[in-house]
DNA sequence: TGGCAAGCTTTAGCCTGCTAATAATTGTTT
DNA sequence: AAACAATTATTAGCAGGCTAAAGCTTGCCA
């Protein structure tokens, strides 16, 4: 290999890393018996963070796209963690707050969901996160036309 | 933030990373005229490489699940570019090539997917992609009791 | 003011990831 | 040999990522 990228090598490492990162937080959610999805914890943890907040934004801060944030919704407002309430100056637009309920899980879950980075960082230091995130971000900028 | 796990930053770096560089596959796979997932390409990938691979070996080569190949696989052979023989020593199992279309397919479409390769590795080194193996590797292996 | 573009959300449709259950075949064990 | 376990692949069902298109609402501009 004379360069790096002539290799599927780091594609697919990124693809498998967060793969793996996945399914760890999913099983142990299960195991702790918390009816949630990563994807539905990563909302919750948002709009914990910013209650009010629009599903427009929410789809930025998450990168995901609009389809999938209302179909989350849906579900975290069956499941009776979340509320859309009507925007008052812009009727286009839901404000998104957690429901007493979900505010209980966001308690219960974010402990967890603290451990399970803190393991995966394991003992990687400060010099590797600013590798990490130099090489990562460099990527991302690599392909900032798209 | 005292420590890097504290954040759910990587988590989310990682995320972010692959989702961009899919998306920049598929835009330029569609681009290109290819009518190609990139999921699709990734098992044409192995199969060109391993041809006569089982199922379940191309499964575990790309971290998939026996499901996602099955279905992908029956897309592939849709298409004309894949094909399922049944294995003469194990009738379990299906042995797969890839068909005159699907060889001319990889030969199209490889050369893209490397020049993207390049590009989002950019001006990184050698040593940066050694940090980058070193760091997802250790992530990985942080989790490996699951 | 009326019309038209832009913004926010939803719907529909396809593809992929995950689990659980099933069918078919092979391997083992008694 | 017969029963049982393990392996390979498939099916079904739910969740999420993507695009395209539609419905409302707002903003702008002639």
Do not use: C
């Not at 286009?92 to 007493?100: A, C, E, G, M, T």
């Not at 219960?108 to 230091?125: A, D, H």
């Amino acid at each position: 290999m004379t360069h790096p990228s002539d290799s599927r090598a780091y594609f697919f490492k990124i693809d498998t890393t967060i793969k793996k990162i996945r399914n760890v937080l999913q099983k142990r959610f299960n195991e702790s018996g918390f009816d949630l999805t990563v994807d539905q914890w990563v909302l919750i943890d948002h709009v914990a963070r910013n209650q009010g907040i629009s599903q427009n934004t929410l789809a930025e801060l998450t990168t995901k796209d609009a389809p999938t944030v209302t179909r989350i919704l849906d579900l975290l407002v069956k499941k009776g963690l979340v509320e859309r309430r009507m925007s008052e100056e812009d009727r286009r637009k839901f404000n998104i707050y957690l429901q007493p309920e979900g505010i209980k899980t966001f308690e219960t879950v974010l402990p967890v969901v603290k451990e399970i980075r803190r393991q995966g960082w394991g003992s990687l230091n400060e010099e590797d996160y600013a590798h990490f995130v130099r090489i990562m971000d460099s990527i991302y900028q690599n392909f900032s036309e798209y």
